[in-house]
Structures are given as structure tokens and as C-alpha cells.
């Protein structure tokens, strides 16, 4: 039994390492691993306070609404920005992971539409490299 304990916390610890935290995917991939029911995987995990089974973190965001940004495609982005995350500016997503916010113009209107995303100015935002970003932050 001990050493079913090791393995499971040794998969988590390693998955862990690679994710952030250990997701849902990463459960039941492990109690396949071991062969042990998934509910039993989430109660050894859910022991040990090293073991992270939320992201860690919130993601801010924030999208620049002046008037460059709005114009070469703020208004979509918002509503991209929307679907990806579960929430407006504002608000917070339900899981907690996100927050979306406004900030004034950030002094690069010559790469509209930009965003700033946990400190960070990411400049020139098309979906394809929202959807990139929120992927890069959220691992
Ligand atoms: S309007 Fe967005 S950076 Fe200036």
C-alpha cells in the first residue's frame, strides 16, 4: 500500500512540475497508471499540502481601451477575451483563474490592440495569439 502512495505522489510531483498543479487529466491518468479509482487518487493527493489540485495562480488581464486599441480590433478582442475566460472586465471567472480588466492606454497605439497580461505588454493581438498567450500563462 505504502508504495502505491510513493507512486501516485511521485506521477503527481512529476506532473506537477510540468503543469503548474496537477489537473483533473493528470488524476485520472494517474489512477489508471496505479490502477486505483480516481476518488481514491484525489484523497491520497488532497493529503499532502505540497500537492497543488487548483492552477496556483490568477491570471490578470488587462485590455488596453484606448481609443487606438478600440478601433483596430479592442472590441473583439474583449469579446474573444470573453469566451476564453469566462468573464468580462471586472470580473473574475468562476474558477478563479481569471481576471479581466480595462487599463488606459498603454503608449504603444503603433500595435494595436494591446494587453497586458500579469505585468507583462503583449502587443499586436490577434486571436490566434490570445488563445497562444493564455495557453503560455496558464501552464
Ligand atoms: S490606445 Fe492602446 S496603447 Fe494606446
Redesign the pocket.
Known amino acids: 500500500m505504502a508504495c502505491g502512495v510513493n507512486n501516485i505522489l511521485e506521477a503527481a510531483l512529476k506532473l506537477q512540475k510540468e503543469h503548474g498543479y496537477v489537473t483533473e487529466a493528470d488524476v485520472k491518468a494517474i489512477a489508471e497508471s496505479v490502477n486505483r479509482p480516481v476518488n481514491a487518487v484525489y484523497e491520497t493527493l488532497s493529503f499532502y499540502s505540497m500537492i497543488l489540485l487548483k492552477a496556483p495562480s490568477v491570471v490578470r488581464i488587462e485590455v488596453?481601451r484606448?481609443?487606438?486599441?478600440?478601433i483596430k480590433g479592442g472590441v473583439d478582442l474583449l469579446k474573444e477575451l470573453e469566451q476564453l475566460t469566462g468573464c468580462k472586465p471586472g470580473e473574475t471567472s468562476e474558477d478563479g483563474r481569471y481576471q479581466v480588466e480595462y487599463c488606459e492606454?498603454?503608449?504603444?497605439?503603433d500595435t494595436?490592440?494591446?494587453i497586458v497580461v500579469n505585468g507583462k505588454l503583449y502587443t499586436s493581438i490577434s486571436s490566434e495569439k490570445l488563445e497562444e498567450i493564455l495557453k503560455e500563462v496558464s501552464n
Not at 105 to 109: A, D, E, H, N, T
Open positions: 488596453c484606448g481609443t487606438s486599441c478600440y492606454c498603454l503608449g504603444r497605439c494595436a490592440p494591446n
